[in-house]
Structure formats: structure tokens, C-alpha cells
């Protein structure tokens, strides 16, 4: 059986973890706040009344992506272009191809950066690795102009950062739907969490200081998993309606 991404692969082991996740969530959060097409995720009313259940559920989308067979994932990715266009049609109106490249191009930093903060620096070749997964699932739905390979995407992305992002209204309300749901002392965790992760560009617009005050608890929580304690810092850090989600996530599929 041939699967989407090798079972050795850097890819399955990144998105095999839920912290891991939570940090690619936690950035995601923050960028997709920023986004010029934000508006679309807008027009279904589901972002703003559920801000951290559609988050979630584009992440878990991906993590089902990965460990998936070739014909499953194929699947899947067609499903969710498939239920962009009916977005696309009740609107009369055409998601920009920049705004799914946007999603995609965060799926692909976030992998990296949340990886590296929490467990080490990935190879040039492991980078590759992560690249080439996300451009097939690009690939796949149909979308133009993606780099070949990681090495020619980098500057792309910067680019995409500068003409993509703005701060807005819609940027304004996602933090405070943020806040909303997860209450006063978790948003806080949240944008401690997101100024670890995120790029200049996106700390620049929401005017995130460079200091965090979780860098010197990555130390702590890497040893707090060794000793597994680290249950007792997510049940008080995550909001009880998405634990079980959450556990579901930390499930690394064979």
C-alpha cells in the first residue's frame, strides 16, 4: 500500500505530536487573522463563530492528509477544493489562487518553525521534505505558480507576506472571537505561543515584541514530556471542549 508521505518521513513525524500541532495552530491563527481574503472565511459565518473549531478543522484536514494512503489523500484534497467552489459559487465571486497559495504556504512554515522550536533544527533536506509534501497537496487542487522546491519558495513567500497581509477589521474581531473562546489567560498563552512561531512580517502588523514569555518555559515543558507530565500543562492551558480533539491529534498513526 502506498501511502501519501513515507512512514519514515520527517512530515509524519511532525504532524504526529499535538503540541507540535498546537504551535502550527497558534501561528495559523495569528496569519489567517492578517490575511487580505480573510473576508471569505467571513462569508460562512463559521470563522468568527467558531474561530479555533475552523482553524482546527483545516489542520486536522492536513494531519489526515499525511498519514493517509495516496488514493485516500487524493481524495480528501479533492473533497475540500470541491467545497471551496460551492463557497465560490454562492458567493458568485472566485477565491484569488494567491489566498489558497497563502494556506498553503503556511502549512509549510509552521511545520517547520513549530518543529524547530520544540524539538530541533531540520536538515536543508528535511525542509525539502516538508516543502514537497504541501506543494503535491498544491499541486493536487490545482493551484499555479508554486516553486518546485524550497529552496525557490523562500522568496516567494516573503514576497506573499508583504502583498497579502494587512491589518483590519476582520483582523480585529478574530482576536477578540480569539479571546472569546478561550478566555483571558489562555489568549494570553495564544500570543506568547504565536510570537515564538510567526515571521517578522506578521509580528510587525499585530505589533508583537520580539520577547515571549513562554521562551524560557520550552525548556521546562521539553523535560516536563520526558518525565510525561506534560498532560497536566495542556489540561490547564487548553479549553476543555477541544482536549479530546487535542489527545486525538497526538496519535502518530503507523
Known sequence: MQYFVEKNSIVRTIWGKSDTILFIFAGAAAEFALNKAVDWLYFTGRLPSDPLGRLFSTVRYARMIVFATNDDAN??????????TVVEQNRGDVIPDWAYRDVLFMLIHYSISAYELLEKKLTDEEKEEVYNVFYRVGNRMGLNELPLNYKDWLPVRESHLVADLQ???????????YKKHLGAMRFKVLIEGQKLV????????????DFSLLTRLVPVYKVSRLMKMDWILKSILLPFDYKDQINELNLHPK
Open 167 to 177: 491589518k483590519s477589521e476582520y483582523t480585529a474581531d478574530l482576536f477578540k472571537q
Open 198 to 209: 510567526c515571521p517578522n512580517r506578521v509580528k510587525e502588523l499585530l505589533q508583537f515584541s
Open 75 to 84: 481524495k480528501a484534497i479533492d473533497t475540500m477544493r470541491k467545497i471551496h
